[in-house]
């Protein structure tokens, strides 16, 4: 349903949704969103699942992904992003933010903000982004209770564990550490940083499970199609920040031209207009509501 400022209520629980959407036939593609404005324009090209980056949200705070953002700041993100498209967002929970109680609060803050999905990982602090060296992981038994506890304390929300277990383990220790996951409740595994279609093709076959797959750029992982990662056994796709590597390309570009040129007159051609942006934000929809809320009175 599209109300009078064109957000999308969902049928149901944001889970719930999300669920939905996996059991129908073919991989769900979730593109990294940022922000609100990201988020509607992922929805405008078709998308009907988004992904929430904490890469994305650190570097739009001016920060490493390094664990440093809060749960509140997460929730902020998740809020405007539910908000402005009622789609189905799975959130970069990263460790959990803590022990066990602070798993529990973070699965319950994330859900009350509209979140249909987490993905916890198996490092510990200082996490790393999964694609670089040197990570450190917490013991497959810290990480059981993780995913234990993210189970109790969610309604709907699915749980995703993440496994960054392949440099240190190998994919012997990744796909033991996996099933261990899922005897204590996850729904659905994201093994990280993978480096070959046969290493994805093995990981699939001997995990049987909803698989989610990162096509993250410059990482370990070669450049797969959605298609591609699909024929070889994963349901879910995310590319977590292309959005915002463009933005943040696009911006530090266009200062440097005002810098350079002292006008904006060069780039012009390179931005939305007045009249797109307002068409993306729905600025006449508001309007209508508020001239009707105005005669009513």
Not at 70 to 86: M, N
Request: charged residues 20%.
């Amino acid at each position: 349903m599209v109300d009078s400022l064109g957000l999308v209520t969902p049928p149901g629980s944001p889970g719930l949704v999300l669920r939905e959407l996996l059991e129908r036939p073919g991989a769900v593609l979730m593109p990294g969103a940022h922000n609100g404005l990201a988020a509607l324009q992922a929805r405008s090209a078709g998308f009907n699942a988004l992904y929430l980056s904490g890469a994305a949200m650190s570097a739009s705070m001016g920060l490493p992904d390094v664990g440093v953002i809060t749960i509140d700041d997460v929730c902020f993100f998740i809020r405007q992003v539910v908000r402005a498209t009622g789609l189905p967002v799975l959130v970069d929970g990263d460790t959990g933010h803590g022990e066990a109680l602070n798993v529990a609060y973070t699965v319950r803050s994330f859900e009350g903000a509209g979140a249909a999905a987490v993905h916890i990982e198996d490092q510990i602090l200082p996490k790393k982004c999964g694609h670089l060296r040197d990570k450190r992981l917490a013991t497959a038994d810290d990480m059981v209770i993780r995913i234990r506890v993210a189970v109790m304390a969610r309604r709907d929300m699915l749980i995703v564990a993440r496994t960054d277990a392949l440099e240190s383990e190998g994919l012997d220790g990744a796909v033991a550490r996996s099933l261990r996951y899922l005897d204590a409740g996850a729904d659905a595994i994201f093994p990280e940083a993978l480096t070959s279609e046969a290493m994805f093709r093995e990981f699939a076959a001997r995990v049987d499970a909803p698989l989610l797959a990162n096509l993250t750029e410059f990482g370990q992982t070669p450049a797969f199609t959605a298609q591609e990662m699909e024929h070889m056994g994963y349901k879910m796709i995310i590319w977590p920040t292309t959005s915002l590597r463009l933005a943040a390309r696009a911006q530090r570009d266009a200062y440097t031209v005002i810098r350079d040129s002292g006008t904006t007159a060069p780039l012009l051609d390179r931005m939305l207009t007045r009249q797109d942006m307002e068409a993306t934000l729905n600025y006449a929809g508001y309007e209508d509501l508020d001239a009707s809320l105005t005669r009513e009175q």
